[in-house]
């Protein structure tokens, strides 16, 4: 904000201009927020395997971090399992045709 808005514009502008800062210093600390947990995330994946043979191994890619990252993801994993069992059963009918 200015001087001259602060001085020559309405008075609620400044008001405005204190919420808008206060909200994106809010945005800012939650995303910082979430930066930190999904380090420490990654940091349990990473030490885990070598605490317990039970774990899951440390991720190929990176986590999706948003629902609709999520549900591409999801919607990649099946497609691929879908290919896998087509090609399966392809390789099945095949089998029975050569004969």
Same mark, same amino acid.
């Given at each position: 904000m200015t001087e001259k808005q602060y001085?020559?514009?309405?008075?609620?502008?400044?008001?405005?201009?204190?919420?808008?800062?206060?909200?994106?210093?809010?945005?800012?600390?939650q995303e910082y927020n979430r930066s930190?947990?999904?380090?420490?995330?990654?940091?349990?994946?990473?030490?885990? @395997?070598?605490?317990? #043979? &039970? %774990? /899951?191994?440390?991720?190929?890619?990176?986590? @999706?971090?948003?629902? #609709? &990252? %999520? /549900?591409?993801?999801?919607?990649?994993?099946?497609?691929?399992?879908?290919?896998?069992? /087509?090609?399966?059963?392809?390789?099945?009918?095949?089998?029975?045709?050569?004969?």
């Open positions: 001085w020559d514009s309405n008075v609620y502008l400044a008001k405005h201009y204190r919420e808008a800062y206060n909200l994106k210093q809010e945005i800012r600390q930190a947990w999904l380090n420490g995330i990654y940091m349990i994946q990473a030490i885990a @395997p070598m605490l317990s #043979k &039970e %774990a /899951k191994p440390y991720p190929a890619k990176p986590l @999706p971090i948003t629902e #609709k &990252e %999520a /549900k591409r993801e999801e919607k990649r994993k099946q497609e691929e399992i879908w290919a896998k069992q /087509k090609a399966t059963l392809e390789a099945f009918i095949a089998g029975y045709q050569e004969e």
